[in-house]
């Protein structure tokens, strides 16, 4: 578990904390901390309030921690699976169009891509997660519920997620293990699918 060990102490670097502060912030003895940035295995309670201090969202911490994880592959991805919460029947409805295709319309709870403004109804095409630039995506974000609109860019090392908006950051993954990889990645970002049709809620 080495890499993730060295992940956290980069982490930790990038934002010039010593291992004091950072021991004392989140709890821990200054010890732990030095072995936590060695060979130990960090318990969850600490990488919440680790994630927190760094600045860093918890669920790249997650998916660094499953990529340095001894678990088989088929945990792993159910691991993954059980990161995106089943949408909630009374916050959204299904829709259907001529083709029978699965069409989701949710209401945008977060900050999104500048072209879709925060409270706009949008639907979604779940049976298209074809990622292509030009396009916007909803997710479900699996931490708090919310959800969002972003495009999406796929190169042969980055999955980048685009938002073009002054308050929300793009987010970028570094892809080493190609297509599953990346599909793990979307998996637990919540990707829902394309969006098909925005429109604003007075």
């Known amino acids: 578990m080495a890499a993730f060990n060295q992940y956290l102490k980069a982490l930790r670097e990038r934002k010039f904390l010593d291992i004091g502060t950072v021991a004392e912030r ?12 060695d060979s130990r295995d960090p318990n969850f309670d600490y990488l919440v ?8 969202p918890f669920i790249n911490v997650l ?16 691991a993954l699976d059980s990161l995106t919460p089943t949408p909630v029947a009374h916050t959204q ?50 931490m708090n519920g919310g959800y969002f609109a972003a495009k999406l860019k796929l190169t042969n090392s980055k999955l980048h ?6 308050t929300r950051k793009d987010l970028s993954f ?25 429109e604003l809620s007075f």
């Open 26 to 37: 989140t709890g821990v003895h200054r010890n732990t901390q030095s072995k936590y940035e």
């Open 93 to 142: 409805s299904q829709l259907s169009d001529e083709n029978h295709t699965d069409k989701l319309q949710v209401q945008l709870s977060e900050e999104s891509h500048t072209l879709i403004p925060a409270s706009a109804l949008i639907s979604i095409d779940t049976s298209n997660k074809t990622i292509d630039a030009d396009s916007i995506y909803g997710f479900l974000n699996p």
């Open 63 to 78: 998916l660094k921690r499953l990529d340095d994880s001894k678990a088989s592959p088929n945990a792993i991805d159910r």
């Open 49 to 56: 309030e680790f994630s927190a201090l760094v600045g860093e």
């Open 161 to 166: 997620l685009l938002f073009d908006h002054p």
């Open 174 to 198: 570094a892809i080493e293990g190609g297509e599953t990889e990346s599909h793990y990645i979307l998996k637990t970002l919540g990707l829902l699918g394309k969006v098909v049709k925005a």
